[in-house]
């Protein structure tokens, strides 16, 4: 599994030293090849001086999930040389910092170790401490493309799209990535037996994280409200909304916004702002993570009882508690599908990647405004936080939002008496009316006990016909969510069922088994409540493997739960340490299983 | 208790306001509060100004969180929209509202426990972002709708209907708002409806957050001897600083002759607050002397009401969001997506 576009290297550095961008560089310039990759970056909840890691997957088939092996580690922070050596697969290499004499740790057999004096030729070169540690990541990227094979002049233009506008970095920049370059083709047999040779593989694709995507995504939705609290990793998702509101939203002639965007002082002020611009006509949304999630709850409650749309994009973390903010989990699946206190069921829409993000968190607002209901996207930091290869985003101009069953003053003159809650269609949903439209269709939005004209009541009868109508309206949403995504291979005996971002790993590890003649289908459930192509799924399979990143099983549960399916028939396979998965892991713990038991 | 609609009758020889609407089509649904509450005199006080104020009542919206104060917003304007939202939390609410619309009047109604305890967060930040809004907090010192419990704007010494005595400093929700630098920042009675209409009315015509604290006496469970929140404590107790009379520019103005100094704060909207101080120079103008004179009132256990601060050059809150004059709800669908050719175009940098 390791040769011509076909394997993975890491740098292992320390955070705040600027790495970021060789490793960026690097990553690019491989896409720019036309060769699929994939970056995972590894990075610790600290602004400066802990252990940072990346990834660089490459991969001629397409495979996106985050390495099973590493056939080259770049090993750049002492503290943790030891874990790094260890790291490289057998028969790999190690690429360190010759300056000094070689550190014991980094002695292993087996390996190829290779020195290049980084630090040495950048203090020649370069003047002030900064620059020197900044240029010293791009000579590791100088020698990594000697060692790897990529094209220079791919590289040069990227720096000068960097910075054209200032040739003095511009020319360090250069100057560096030529030491690294000249060191390692110098002194070493470039390339290695691993590595690139051009193909045309990523055309029609863009690398994007998934925060961006979904900040897109509610640009083109027609979001006008934004409002939020920081949190890793949800911050950028905002913040990227605000630059794209900057390019797409401002009025030429006055600098003035067509959208607000609201830091607010806490979670739970955000949660209220979106149901306040969703109860008054506007397609609002907030972003935040878990412990956000957590402080929205009672504003969750809220806004299902009383049919008020709003979006929520939560990108998780580890939890609980502050838990590990910069490691990716699936672990909020049971606190989105019953947010809040008493009986309450929400919409959720669980996106892959960012090309995903981007469809989905637009589909969020039709769904929100349509069902009149808090809709979540769960993505993750896997999936927001990381660049993805997808294919580029589309556009229908044809598209108009879904506004759903809102009566203006017209339609309110047809009707004789406006009842907020009565579903007059049968599906749940009652229309409902915005502030400022007047006569008949002024209401009172109140979370006690309500009958179907919105008047208050605290009638046994009427609160569970009220409660009734909001079972009924989710289950129809059930039709409108997206689709799992089910392929059946031929033979199968076991399926493969799971969730968001696992499914890179999932796809892969499909195609390592069978290999191994073991043959499975596939399901990659996309929207919550499941829809009924879901229970068609698990019924006709004996045994289904649920693989989902959390501790407690929670999709699992959830599948037990609302379609009542047995325990039994759905294996396990659990992944919650806080990185994304791999498929290595996936194929063990089947071949495990059926180990075991013979499916 | 259920929402009880008042019945529909219209006495022929109704005073009609400019929009041809009587005080009765101000009302709402009939109160479930308590006889004798306060905060029904403050709903009167509020169809009054309303009323008077000719404001077209679906142009309006009334917010409010959780509590007996909160549910004022039932009972008057039943043809504006009404949202009684969770507790403490109306400013975050009502932010949003007037993010996304903001060619609303927004009322806002909330009590002491909803804003002072539970709320104080979203209050502060609403003054901070200066959220275009009347915000009134009835304010009777107790939790009325949990039975009595002190709230955080209780007195030292106050005692609670059992007779227990209340240790903790009160907040002041007035100083809070002068110290966030509040735009509008008022204080009255519920029994003083000469007093309460027009900063009402002045407050609605703010531009900016106009904090109104309305000492707002709760019958059931602190209106006796032991509380400085009562009738008899308050009346007793109450120094004017300025009497306040709101003349919109519509009417021709008329003061009765008092002799006393009277001074006039231009509103934004061209009305304009008149102000009768008790005080010569008293100058609502003036935060630190607004402050000074809110304190100086409590050091001699009186309270300072009247339109104590007033700044009518505030930026508000979509001044500082720098967005278009037209409400964002308005704004068509096809001025907010940038289209496929924009996407376009924008896909390269993702290369
Ligand atoms: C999260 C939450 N905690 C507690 C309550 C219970 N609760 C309802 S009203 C109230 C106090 C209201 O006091 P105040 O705002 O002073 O209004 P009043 O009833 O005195 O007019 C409390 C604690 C609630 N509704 N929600
Ligand atoms: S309990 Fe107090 S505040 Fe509540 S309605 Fe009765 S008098 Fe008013």
Redesign the pocket.
Same mark, same amino acid.
């Given at each position: 599994m390791s040769g011509v576009n076909d394997f993975a290297f890491k740098m292992g550095t320390v955070n705040g030293t600027g790495s970021a961008s060789a490793n960026g560089l690097l990553m690019q310039a491989i896409f720019r090849m036309g060769i699929p990759v994939t970056g995972k970056n590894l990075f610790p909840s600290n602004i400066q001086g802990l252990p940072t890691w990346y990834e660089i997957r490459v991969s001629k088939d397409g495979y996106r999930a985050r390495p099973s092996a590493l056939d080259l580690v770049v090993a750049l922070n002492p503290a943790t040389y030891a874990k790094d050596v260890a790291s490289v697969r057998p028969g790999g290499y190690l690429l360190y910092d010759s300056s000094w004499p070689l550190d014991p740790d980094l002695v292993r057999e087996g390996i190829t170790i290779l020195g290049v004096p980084f630090g040495r030729m950048c203090v020649e070169s370069f003047d002030g401490d900064r620059d020197r540690t900044l240029l010293r990541n791009i000579a590791y990227a100088g020698a990594l493309a000697a060692l790897l094979k990529i094209d220079t002049a791919i590289v040069e233009t990227m720096l000068s799209e960097k910075f054209g506008k200032k040739p003095k970095l511009l020319d360090a920049n250069h100057k560096a990535f030529a030491l690294g370059f000249d060191y390692a083709a110098a002194h070493y047999d470039c390339p290695l037996p691993f590595h690139l040779e051009p193909m045309d593989k990523t055309g029609d694709c863009i690398l994007i994280d998934g925060n961006a995507a979904a900040a897109l995504g509610a640009v083109y939705a027609g979001a006008t409200v934004g409002a939020w609290y920081p949190i890793t990793p949800a911050t950028a998702l905002m913040e990227q909304f605000s630059a794209f509101c900057a390019k797409y939203r401002v009025d030429k002639a006055t600098g003035l916004h067509k959208y607000a965007i609201l830091q607010a002082e806490d979670e739970l002020a955000a949660a209220g702002i979106v149901i306040g611009a969703g109860w008054a006509g506007a397609r609002a949304f907030t972003n935040t993570s878990g412990p956000g999630i957590s402080l929205m709850q +009672?504003f969750i409650g809220l806004a299902y009882y009383t049919d008020i749309p709003a979006v929520f994009i939560d990108v998780q973390r580890c939890g609980p508690a502050t838990g590990m903010p910069t490691r990716t989990q699936q672990a909020d699946l049971l606190s989105l599908a019953y947010a809040s206190h008493g009986d309450t069921k929400h919409l959720i829409l669980f996106p892959a990647d960012p090309r995903e993000c981007f469809e989905m968190t637009v589909q969020a607002f039709d769904l929100a405004e349509r069902f009149q209901t808090p809709v979540f996207v769960a993505s993750d930091l896997d999936i927001g936080m990381n660049d993805w290869m997808v294919k580029r985003f589309d556009w229908d101009d044809s598209y108009r939002p879904d506004r759903g069953k809102v009566l203006d003053a017209d339609a309110l003159k047809k009707i004789e008496r406006f009842s907020r809650y009565l579903d007059v269609d049968g599906d749940g949903i009652a229309a409902r009316t915005l502030p400022g439209v007047g006569g008949k269709g002024a209401y009172f939005v109140r979370g006690s006990g309500h009958d179907k004209h919105g008047l208050y009541t605290e009638d046994a009868e009427a609160y569970q016909e009220l409660v009734d109508r909001l079972r009924r309206k989710f289950e129809g949403a059930a039709d409108h969510v997206p689709k799992p995504l089910i392929s059946h291979q031929a033979g199968a005996e076991v399926a493969l069922v799971t969730i968001g971002g696992c499914e890179a790993a999932v796809l892969e590890a499909a195609d390592l088994l069978r290999a191994e003649g073991i043959h499975t289908d596939y399901m990659r459930i996309r929207g919550f409540p499941f829809n009924a192509d879901v229970r068609t799924f698990l019924g006709r399979h004996e045994h289904t493997f649920v693989i989902e990143q959390n501790r407690d099983a929670q999709l699992r549960s959830l599948l037990q739960i609302e379609l009542g399916v047995t325990r039994d028939t759905m294996i396990p396979i659990l992944d919650y340490a806080g990185l994304p998965l791999t498929a290595g892991k996936v194929v063990s713990a089947v071949k495990a299983h059926l180990a075991e038991v013979p499916a | 208790m259920t929402s009880i609609a008042k019945p529909p009758v219209k006495h022929p020889t109704a005073r009609t306001n400019g929009l041809g609407l009587t005080l009765r089509d101000y009302e709402g649904a009939m109160s479930t509060l308590c006889a004798g509450c306060g905060?029904d005199s403050v709903t009167a006080a509020l169809v009054q100004a309303a009323w008077e104020l000719e404001l077209e009542p679906h142009r309006a919206a009334k917010m409010s969180g959780? =509590? !007996? /104060? /909160?549910k004022t917003t039932a009972y008057f304007m039943k043809q504006s929209h009404g949202f009684n939202s969770?507790?403490g939390r109306m400013p975050s609410v009502t932010t949003g509202a007037a993010a996304a619309n903001k060619g609303l009047t927004y009322i806002g109604i /909330? *009590?002491? =426990?909803? /804003?002072l305890s539970?709320g104080l967060g979203q209050l502060s930040h609403a003054i901070r972002r200066n959220v275009n809004m009347l915000y009134v907090i +009835?304010n009777?010192g107790?939790? *009325?709708?949990?039975k009595g419990q002190f709230?955080a704007s209780a007195d030292v010494g106050s005692t609670s209907k059992k007779g227990e005595a209340n240790e903790q400093a009160p907040i002041d929700p007035v100083l809070l708002a002068l110290t966030l630098g509040g735009t509008f920042v008022a204080r009255s009675f519920s029994g003083d409806k000469r007093q309460l209409v027009p900063i009402l009315k002045a407050a609605i015509a703010h531009k900016g957050l106009a904090l109104v604290d309305v000492i707002s006496p !709760?019958v059931s469970f602190n209106d006796h001897d032991g509380s400085t929140k009562s009738y008899a404590y308050t009346r007793e107790h109450e120094i004017e600083a300025v009497q306040a009379d709101f003349i919109p520019l519509k009417r021709e103005i008329t003061l009765p002759e008092t002799g006393e100094e009277v001074r006039t704060v231009e509103l934004h909207d061209g009305g304009r607050v008149r102000l009768r101080s008790t005080a010569a120079d008293y100058d609502p103008t003036n935060r630190e002397s607004a402050y000074a004179h809110v304190r100086a009132c409590q050091a001699r256990n009186e309270i300072a009401t009247g339109l104590l601060f007033v700044d009518e050059n505030g930026r508000d809150m979509h001044d500082h969001l720098k967005t278009v004059p037209t409400p964002l709800v308005d704004i068509p669908f096809e001025q907010l997506c940038p289209g496929k050719a924009a996407l376009d175009a924008l896909m390269p940098r993702y290369r």
């Open positions: +009672e | 905060h959780i =509590g !007996c /104060s /909160s969770v507790h /909330s *009590g002491d =426990g909803d /804003s539970i +009835e009777n107790v939790y *009325g709708l949990t709230s !709760c």
